[in-house]
């Protein structure tokens, strides 16, 4: 049988769902779909030659226009920012159930969230607002709103959990919470509509993709200044580092690929280096829970590429709902 760059056939991609989920690893993949309402939850499974694949285990009703996905440390709980209806979905991972619904008066356009380290607060960019929300676990309620810039978007821990990076469509900075006064404390300078934001696996700097100027901004942790911009693809959505491959992934919405950055520590660190196929109008981006592959949501084309890093090859494509955005792995 034949495979192309995309996808396989249908008959195997019938196949595929099928074949039993890996037996030594424990995993949920949550994919939200903006366009019918929904998320799909997945667990990772294996088909012939070993190639990895993913397994549906259900469809789970959301908000109206999901488009970010967060999940817990423990695994157990997912949250799906809803625009559309201003509201955030809980969802049980052990029963595969919608578990609660959160909301607020001044909750306006939520996007990015995160879920605190000892898992008991949930912090959710809201866009319309210019504010992370800061909700309990435990309860849902509102424990804070910290003011930021105009249209926050993603939210990255530091390496100690002191501080939360907060980046601003609107702005051409990045904004710096301390998580224990829940204040603004610094700003870093940005490109124009910022957006992901990784850590670098060496922890020295802050990696920032900026959408509007196609470009990769790195920061040393505690400045404010940039030391270097590296050009990548259009509109680079969202950010990935590889463990033990020393490489960063960077999407590249308008020509559909993955852009693939050097992440050695040579004089090199950064570089683009090359880009990969994956489905029309990639958006979201996770690593797989055994770091074996990496899954790119394809709004456009109603689809998540499994990309195998054993070979470093796009792998099949597999159908999910309607315009899929948010993709979270445990």
Known sequence: MTFGPFQRTLGLLLTAALFPVFAAEKSVIVVVNSGDGTASIFAPALITNNDPTLKLLRVLPVGKTPNE??????????????????????????????????????????????????????????????????????????????????????LVFSPDGS????????????????????????????????????????????????????TVQFVKLGETDTEF????????????????????????????????????????????LYTMPVGKGPWGMALSAAGDCVYVTNTADNTISVIDLRLMRPGIALPTGKGPLGVAVH
């Open 69 to 154: 996905v967060c999940i817990s440390p423990s695994g157990t709980r997912a949250y799906v920012g809803n625009r559309g209806d201003v509201s955030v979905t809980v969802l049980d991972l052990e029963q595969l159930t919608v578990a609660a619904t959160i909301s607020d008066p001044e909750f306006k356009s939520p996007d990015g969230c995160l879920v605190s380290a000892d898992g008991k607060k949930l912090y959710v960019a809201a866009a319309g607002a210019g504010s992370v929300f800061v909700f309990s676990t435990a309860d849902h309620k509102k424990l804070a709103q910290i003011k930021v810039g105009e249209e926050p978007r993603r």
């Open 163 to 214: 501080k939360l990076y907060v980046s601003n469509g609107e702005e051409r900075y990045v904004s710096v919470v301390d998580v224990k006064t829940e204040k603004e404390v610094a700003k870093i300078r940005a490109g124009r509509d910022n957006r992901g934001m990784i850590i670098t696996p060496d922890k020295k700097y802050l990696a920032i993709t900026n959408v509007s100027d196609d």
């Open 229 to 272: 911009v590296v050009g990548v693809p259009r509109s680079p959505q969202r950010l990935l580092a590889i463990p033990g491959k020393d490489l960063m992934f960077a999407i590249g919405r308008f020509d559909n690929v993955l852009s693939i950055l050097d992440l050695r520590a040579t004089k090199a660190f950064g570089r683009f």
